[in-house]
């Protein structure tokens, strides 16, 4: 199992990283997925946004594009998170900064298992699931 972080065009170091390790390899593990290499890499809003156009034809900002490499329940993949997206989320939903960057891993990680969210019905599956994970992180240390 290989989880790295790494910044692009965004400077974000992580806290707790052997505990965010820990953590998303559980996650993975719960889902029978196997994680082979995933790679979360910070980026700004711009660079997300050039990805989504390059890549999905989606000329729209986000906050998370997950690059499955894969198939089946192994999982070599590429995270971009934009942590511009992330911060100005936080703040808009009332959540703090990494409360926000642990969902939107582990949502991320939850497409690459599988999930999908384009029906009502398949959001509040990966609604319920995210929640679930965060309830198993301890957000007592690293609350910036």
């Given amino acids: 199992m290989a989880i790295s972080f790494h910044s692009s065009s965004a400077e974000y170091r992580l806290r707790q990283l052997g505990k965010t390790r820990l953590w998303l390899a ?12 995933l790679k979360y890499i910070w980026c700004s809003d711009e660079e997300l946004h050039r990805i989504n156009l390059d890549f999905l034809g989606h000329d729209t900002f986000t906050d998370v594009i997950a690059f499955g490499y894969e198939e089946g329940s192994s999982i070599e993949a590429e995270v971009y998170i934009s942590i511009d997206r992330v911060r100005d989320n936080a703040k808009v939903l009332g959540h703090r900064y990494r409360q926000e ?3 939107v891993m582990v949502h991320a990680l939850l497409h ?5 969210d384009k029906t009502a019905s398949e959001k509040n599956e990966m609604t ?3 929640n ?10 690293g609350k910036k």
């Fill in 112 to 116: 690459l298992c599988g999930y999908r």
């Fill in 132 to 141: 679930f994970y965060l309830s198993l992180r301890d957000f007592s240390q």
């Fill in 128 to 130: 319920e699931k995210e």
């Fill in 26 to 37: 559980a996650c993975a593990d719960q889902e029978g997925c196997e994680l082979i290499d």
């Fill in 101 to 103: 960057l642990d969902r």
